[in-house]
């Protein structure tokens, strides 16, 4: 159990996305779902892992674009708004240093 709520739920989400039945026959994306949870187990910190755990979400869309996963889909879209929020954030430190 984790000790912020916020990194507790997104292990959830990610938990029910690698335990999917369809994601069980893609070993590549298992290990990089596991190596997402790893480091949020690690860390607590969702800011840093929703991004990953997002843009894995695409790249395992388009991979399965013939057959697409429902599992995917979800996470993708659960993760969407931290991820959002994280690169703008990321984009306003960055380009903040360049205006003044």
């Known amino acids: 159990m984790l000790r912020d709520p916020k990194a507790e739920h997104l292990l959830q989400q990610i938990s029910v996305a690698y335990n999917d039945p369809e994601v069980a026959k893609d070993p590549e994306l ?45 996470l993708y879209a659960q993760t969407t708004r931290t991820s959002e929020y994280y690169w703008g954030v990321a984009a306003a430190t960055i380009l903040g240093g360049t205006l003044w």
Not at 44 to 72: D, F, G, S, W, Y
Request: a positive charge.
């Open 30 to 74: 298992e290990t990089r779902l596991l190596s997402c949870a790893k480091e949020l187990a690690k860390y607590e910190n969702c800011l840093l892992t929703a991004p990953r755990v997002n843009a894995l979400m695409i790249a395992a869309t388009q991979k399965h674009q013939q057959h697409p996963i429902q599992a995917l889909n979800t």
